[in-house]
Structures are given as C-alpha cells and as structure tokens.
C-alpha cells in the first residue's frame, strides 16, 4: 500500500482518512462517500454480485455520470493492480513495476512539497542523532522512561533510512504489546516496515498528530514525532535496552536498516 | 498537406465518435470467474491467472480511457474521492504496490 498511501496524502487525505479505508467503517464516513466506497468493496468482494440493497443505494445517490467516473477509478486502480501483483510476483517483474512506480511516486512527493511549499521534509541528516536520556532496541526504536510509563518512537536513524514516511498504523490505546514482536506498520516512499516494541506494556496514548502528519515522524523523531505511550508491564525490560552509545555502535557498525 | 490534414481530421472525428460510443458503454464493468481463483486459498493477492482474464480487463479498460483522462485533467470527482475509491480497491485486492 505504500504507492497508494502515498498518493492519498497527495491528494489531501490524512492518515486517518487511510486508515479509515481500510476498515470502511459506517460512522467515519459521510453517507455519499460510504456508499460508493461499499459499492466498490462489494463488487470486488462478493463473487455472487453486488448486493441489490447496496446496488439500489449506489443507484439512487449517483447519477450515471458520477457512476461512470466511479467505477472508472476503481476499474483503472483493479487493471494496474493485477498487473503490479501479476509482474512482481518474478524479479524481472519486479524491476520493470519499480522502474514504472519510482517515477510515479517522485511525481507525486514533488507535487506535494511544492504544493506545500516545502524544498524538503527532512533534517539534515546527522547519524549521530541518538539523545543520551533514551533507551534505544535494537530493531531502531527509543524509549523515554517515565517511571512506570514511557514514550516510544523511531529513532533518527530509522527515519533517515526509511525516508519519507507517508503512513503508520498502531494498535489503538489499550492494546498490549510484547517487547521484541512487531505491533505495527510503517511505510515510507522506500519501503513498509514491521515497528517492535521495545519493551512490553499497554498502550496508553496513541500520537494522533504523528499518525495524521507522518512527516512529523521525519521532522522531529525524538519530539513531537513519538509514537505511543506505554505503560510498562515489566520495568526491569529497560536495563535490557540499548544506550545511546550502544546503539550508536550497532548502526555504525552497518548491522541494520529496518526490516521490511 | 491538405490532404493530411482531411485525412487527420476524419480519423480525429471518426475516433472521436467511437470514443465517445465507448463512454455511453464503459459504465458496465464486470468481473471475471478467474479474479476469484485462489482466494479461499488464502492466496490473497489478486493477479491475472489467464489470458482470458487479461483480455477481459484490458477491454474494460481501454473502453474507459477517456474517462480516465477526464478524471485527472477535468476532476469530475474530487482527487480525494477518486483516491478513496482506489486505495479501496486497492485493499480488497491486497495490492502490495
């Protein structure tokens, strides 16, 4: 999804909004957005046809003009959707659908930053970026300690690795998660990424701001780019982390981009 | 170059009309038995599975050509909206593009 979350953001959908699309939830939609986009989900979705309640409703709120343009987008996006899935699936494939979507993508960010007005989203890169009052995993997350609750993120040199990061996806507050095992996605114009947790615990707070605006997440890794708020199962978890020295060594020592 | 320019012109109106034949048409759009296979397989990546399949979606495909170009030059629909729609369909085909 990361071409099409990408392209999304161009055209002025938050990270909300995506990920509201993927679960296409009644209330988070107005009723002529819902409609369509049940329709389409529908069709795609049900081998025996679209349901005629849902067919009528699709008829009713639409001309057949605004029909037509919909399921135009939804007929291009399905046509270079098997293709994509249909070539990547060999490694000449996959190079031929990398040579096709490079260039979209580069289109689509240099669209945005100049609609923006923005000549780059990104600090200048320091690979020593690493606070010493954090504790750093391995698999390039940080966690500022607060006692028996924490802020986790990314660190500098994840998001310098990942590049522009156009989405993420994290469990809602009250999820639990286990130190070490993946409890999100992360994807960036490069590449999607697993995000582990550094430690187990409950998340407290989720960083709405972060989810909505990823760039954030590329801007300021340590500040307004955190993640979540945990609260710690197990403090003891955090001697077992890395320092900033550590981690340091561990990323100079070439051992490691985020895994994809 | 008159000439050409008669000939040029037929076929721009020629291929206008048929375009246009197209886009009373291209509002019917289907699926084929083949965009089915290996789902309950758990194999859940659309993909073409034969040249049947192909064929059928590229036909699809090329009758809403003007449309398409309409959706990006003139946006009848919002760009929003029309990115909504794919990222949906780009969902329940698990597209990992």
Redesign the interface.
């Known amino acids: 999804?990361?071409?099409?979350?990408a392209?999304?953001r161009?055209?002025?959908?938050t990270g909300q909004?995506?990920r509201n699309?993927?679960r296409?939830d009644l209330e988070k939609f107005e009723r002529r957005?819902y409609t369509?986009?049940n329709w389409?989900?529908c069709?795609?979705?049900c081998?025996d046809g679209v349901p005629i309640g849902v067919e009528e409703d699709f008829a009713a709120t639409f001309t057949?003009?605004?029909?037509?343009?919909?399921?135009?987008?939804?007929?291009?996006?399905?046509?270079?959707?098997?293709?994509?899935?249909?070539m990547?699936?060999g490694e000449a494939g996959t190079k031929v659908?990398s040579w096709i979507?490079k260039p979209l993508l580069y289109v689509a960010d240099h669209r945005q930053k100049s609609l923006q007005g923005k000549t780059s989203t990104k600090p200048v890169s320091r690979m020593d970026n690493f606070p010493e009052d954090l504790k750093y995993h391995k698999e390039h997350m940080w966690v500022r300690s607060d006692g028996t609750n924490g802020t986790i993120g990314i660190s500098f040199y994840a998001q310098d690795q990942l590049g522009e990061i156009v989405f993420i996806e994290v469990p809602e507050a009250g999820a639990d998660v286990e130190a070490g095992e993946a409890f999100g996605e992360i994807e960036s114009c490069k590449s999607?990424s697993d995000l582990y947790a550094p430690v187990s615990g409950t998340i407290k707070e989720v960083n709405i701001e972060a989810l909505d605006a990823p760039e954030e997440i590329n801007q300021d890794p340590y500040g307004s780019g955190w993640i979540a708020r945990i609260e710690f199962a197990d403090t003891s978890e955090l001697a077992g982390l890395l320092t900033a020295a550590e981690y340091r060594e561990l990323v100079r020592g070439g051992e490691s981009s985020p895994r994809t | 170059m008159a000439r050409t320019a008669s000939i040029l012109g037929a076929a721009g109106l020629g291929a206008a009309v048929l375009l246009s034949r197209n886009?009373e048409r291209?509002?019917k759009?289907s699926?084929h038995p083949d965009d089915?296979q290996g789902l309950e397989d758990g194999d859940t990546?659309?993909?073409?599975r034969s040249l049947e399949q192909v064929f059928h979606?590229?036909k699809?495909?090329v009758a809403?050509l003007v449309?398409?170009g309409?959706?990006y030059l003139r946006r009848?629909?919002s760009?929003?909206?029309?990115?909504?729609?794919?990222?949906?369909?780009?969902?329940?085909?698990?597209?990992?593009?």
């Open positions: 999804m990361t071409a099409h979350s392209f999304g161009n055209a002025g959908l909004q995506i699309l993927r296409l957005e369509a986009l389409v989900r069709f795609l979705t081998p057949p003009r605004e029909q037509l343009y919909i399921k135009t987008s939804m007929k291009g996006m399905f046509f270079f959707n098997l293709l994509f899935s249909t990547s699936r659908v979507v999607v | 886009r291209s509002c759009v699926m089915w990546h659309r993909r073409f979606h590229t699809e495909f809403l449309p398409v309409e959706l009848p629909i760009p929003a909206f029309r990115e909504q729609i794919m990222i949906v369909t780009a969902t329940c085909n698990d597209c990992s593009g």
